[in-house]
Structures are given as C-alpha cells and as structure tokens.
C-alpha cells in the first residue's frame, strides 16, 4: 500500500462486557479504494466497524481519520466527519418510502446541501430504486432492501462507506450486481470503500487490498492475487 490513507486502524482493542474480541487490529484504507477485511463468521469483523464507529466502545488503540485521531468521538460526530456504516441487516425504515428513506439520511449538515446532486447519484446506480421510490421499503426484496442500504449511506454524502456483509442472503446474481455497484462506485465516483465479507470470492475479485482476520486478529494481508495464492486462504476459505 502506498497511496493516500484516510483511515487507519492501529492496535485496536475492544470487545463486549467484559469479554475481548478484538486483540491489538492493525489496517490501512487508501483513499479511492476497495479495501476488504474478510474472515470467517465469530472473527470480530462486524466488531471492527462497530468499534470504528464507536457504537462498540474502543478500549484502546487509535482509530485516525484523515491524520486526526478520532479514536473516542462518539458515533455522530464519526458520522459528521464522513465515517458511514452500512450495517448488516440493512435497519432501514420498513413504514417510510424508498425516496424518505433517502431524503431523510440526508439531514445532516455535510449531506443536506448535495442532497438532489447525491439522488441523482443513486438513481444512476440504482434505476431500480428510482422506479420504487414511492413503495414502502419494508415490501421491497432483500436485494432492493440491500440496494436502497446502500444507497441510503451514499445520501450523507461518505468519505468512506463502510459496507457490513452486503452479500449476505442474497440470490448468487443479485451479489454479482451489488459487487459490481461497489467496483463502478470506486472506478467512477472514486469511493472509498471498506467492505467486510464472508464471500472471500466476491471480495477478491473487486477489491484492491484485503486483510485477513482470524479470532480478532490481523493474520494475513495483502493485495488479492498475494491473498489468492496464500495455501492458508487457498485451503480454508476458497476450497482448493
């Protein structure tokens, strides 16, 4: 990795309780990329991004966005500062529209002002939720639910969309298309991206580095064909 790094993550510690889950995990996201953190379920990769964000309280370590520590802001502030999570289970808001879901996100200051410019923006990605924009969210498929999760972050307007299992549940076509939503969002819009992902497959094929996490900590990293090659990956996540 050599470019410019918005976030990193240095030696962070955190857990439930009293019970550790993440012991000292070290990793870099570069600015305009796709970074993946995979590992298998129990790993503590949704404990990552829950840390992140501050929804799970650090216990130590530093979190650094953009060269500033942000380690003990709480969440909104996080939010405030362009930190987004798309969490697994997509929590959207099943008695409100597809377009309120997406309006509504976008109240706060840094996303108000490109509100109608960042619409725009998901219609394009996605012309499937442009055509349901006045359904119910809570009666769209899991893959419009998906969808309309990802694009509800995309509304506050993120300088790095953290993505929580987008895969999950999904029909193998609609998780192609996702997939590639997320690479087009990265090579057209220059996102940056940090997705975790249970679908080593997918996530290899669209990202441009990836760490490997194993019972709260970083194993492995690398880019994907350095990942691809590895016997430890190759025997226990891709079958071969």
């Known amino acids: 990795m050599g470019g410019a790094r918005i976030l990193e993550v240095k ?3 955190s857990g439930y309780g ?3 889950i993440l012991f000292g995990v070290n990793l870099a996201v570069e600015k305009g990329t796709i970074t993946t953190l995979l590992g298998s ?4 990769k949704s404990t990552t991004l829950w840390t992140i964000m501050s929804v ?6 530093k979190i650094i966005l953009e060269g500033n520590d942000i380690t003990f802001l709480p ?7 362009g930190i987004v999570l798309v969490p697994e289970g997509r929590r959207l808001w099943p008695d409100l529209t597809v377009e309120e879901n997406l309006t509504l996100a ?3 200051p840094r996303a108000k002002d490109k509100m109608h410019e960042n619409l725009e923006l998901v219609y394009n990605y996605f012309p499937r939720l442009k055509e349901r924009r006045n359904q119910l969210a809570g009666t769209l498929s899991g893959g419009e639910q998906q969808m309309l999760a990802i694009a509800r972050g995309l509304m506050l307007n993120p300088e790095i969309l953290m993505l929580d299992e987008p895969s999950l549940g999904l029909a193998p076509k609609l998780v192609q298309e996702i997939a590639g939503i997320v690479k087009r969002l990265r090579d057209e819009e220059g996102k940056t991206i940090f997705l975790v992902e249970q679908n080593i497959h997918i996530a290899l094929t669209i990202a441009d580095y990836g760490y490997l996490l194993e019972n709260g900590r970083v194993v492995l990293e690398g880019t994907p ?3 691809q090659a590895n016997q430890k990956i190759k025997e226990a996540y891709l079958g071969l």
């Open 225 to 227: 064909e350095e990942l």
């Open 75 to 81: 969440t909104h502030k996080k939010v405030h500062l």
């Open 18 to 20: 009293e019970t550790q």
């Open 41 to 44: 379920n129990g790993a503590g």
């Open 11 to 13: 030696d962070l510690i």
């Open 106 to 108: 976008a109240m706060i």
């Open 56 to 61: 799970v309280k650090p216990w130590g370590g």
